[in-house]
């Protein structure tokens, strides 16, 4: 399928680590521009871009603070500059990285954990979105792609402010789907599961590294019983693949949708 995403250019936002490093290169190797931002690791950043640039691509690494809106005024006006204008947001930036690996209970949230968490995940998005929208307009063809958890529909103890947080931005996409529509810019939802990004696996040991699709019969068990009919991770390219797609010419009606990207769960 030819996605038409030749000579677009993309913001992804967060293109330093986790799903967004594998993430910027998949756009890069479909021939995109690639502005990626980092907060405070520009050396993480420049290696990426490196290597799409070393694959035949173009990039742009970028430094973007979502808490500061003049930050992310000068990182929209840089791209544009570089670049002429911005067709396609990608709002991967988390000021958390994730769910947290030991959630606390609800009582014990300290609203210095509350709400700086939810300013940088929801005004960021609110800022990034609102500074990217003219050039996009200008442009009669957008798209814009949040990136969330698909915790934020099953819930998980402990895990409120992470998951109000992205649960925001699903409303947020939605609403704008609907006013931007006649401007011909999208906005969807990709809601990935448990993922085994590179930061993962570079914790595991090499034996199951290397079988990490294929779980254990523990492993099956338990996510059976948590309703994964597929019984495995879903991978970097799963996520990926989703993002490309949803973000691309060849969506062609496919707008204020949340997709999941879980097996199933």
């Not at 996605?3 to 594998?22: A, C, E, M, N, Q």
């Not at 609907?178 to 570079?202: Q, R």
């Not at 991978?235 to 879980?262: C, H, K, P, Q, R």
Request: proline share 5%; aromatic share 4%.
């Amino acid at each position: 399928m030819e996605l038409g995403l030749t000579g677009k250019v993309v913001l992804l936002t967060g293109g330093s680590g986790g799903i967004g490093r594998p993430l910027a290169r998949s756009f890069g190797r479909e021939g995109a521009r690639v502005a990626l931002t980092y907060l405070r690791r520009a050396d993480a950043a420049k290696d990426v871009a490196a290597s799409i640039e070393e694959a035949g691509g173009e990039a742009l690494p970028v430094q973007l603070d979502l808490t500061d809106r003049q930050s992310i005024d000068a990182a929209v006006g840089h791209v544009v500059d570089r670049w002429g204008g911005i067709d396609i947001l990608v709002v991967n930036a988390s000021a958390t990285g994730g769910p947290n690996p030991k959630p606390v209970g609800f009582e014990e949230i300290s609203a210095d954990t509350w709400l700086p968490l939810l300013r940088s995940e929801v005004e960021g998005a609110f800022h990034t979105v609102q500074a990217v929208l003219p050039v996009m307009k200008s442009r009669d063809w957008g798209r814009i792609v949040f990136m969330s958890a698909s915790i934020v529909h099953r819930g998980r103890k402990g895990e409120e402010a992470y998951t109000a947080s992205k649960a925001a931005l699903h409303g947020l996409s939605r609403t704008l789907a609907t006013e931007l529509f006649t401007d011909n810019i999208f906005s969807n939802v990709v809601a990935p599961g448990p993922t085994v990004t590179e930061g993962l696996l570079g914790k595991l040991p090499d034996s199951l590294r290397q079988r990490i699709a294929d779980v254990t019969p523990e492993e099956a068990k338990r996510l059976l019983n948590e309703g994964m009919p597929h019984l495995r991770f879903s991978t970097v390219d799963d996520v990926n693949n989703t993002v490309l797609f949803l973000a691309s010419a060849a969506n062609g009606n496919i707008t204020g949708n949340v997709i999941n990207v879980d097996g199933g769960h």
